[in-house]
């Protein structure tokens, strides 16, 4: 465990670490988890400032979490506009019921909302924004 972080802390400051931080952002964060509360750390999405313009590119990060059963996931709205976490169908942009944020105002994050205990593969979507898709996996 002990080199393990002392590796973790040389890459860090290693040159390389512009290239390694966009692709290592999710890792941090899940690291972060790990030490946090004992046995369930919490998941956060961020909707990413630009995500309500639909030819922004920018969606829910990461678009897709893996959470335990029943665990809770915090959504951090991070752009200028209203945004929800509401599971369903993004096609028809139903929602299903099996959670929901609710209205997530501009620069707020969601109350900590409690994923299915079955597991699978739920998706959601912003039923202001339905092109911002995601899914959580319950496993
Ligand atoms: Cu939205």
Not at 84 to 92: F, H, V, Y
Request: hydrophobic share 30%; charged share 10%.
């Amino acid at each position: 465990m002990v080199s393990v972080l002392l590796t973790i802390s040389i890459l860090g400051t290693s040159p390389s670490e512009t290239m390694a931080q966009g692709t290592n952002a999710s890792n941090a964060t899940g690291a972060a988890n790990a030490t946090g509360t004992a046995g369930g750390g919490e998941t956060t999405v961020v909707m990413p400032l630009g995500s309500s313009a639909s030819t922004g590119g920018q969606g829910y990060e990461p678009d897709q979490s893996t959470v335990s059963p029943g665990a809770t996931i915090v959504w951090d709205n991070q752009d200028n506009a209203l945004h929800t976490a509401t599971s369903g169908n993004p096609d028809t942009a139903t929602p299903d019921g099996k959670f929901d944020t609710g209205l997530v105002g501009a620069n707020q994050r969601s109350k900590p909302v409690t994923m299915p205990t079955e597991p699978g593969d739920y998706m959601y979507f912003c039923t202001l924004h339905p092109f911002l898709v995601g899914t959580v996996t319950v496993q």
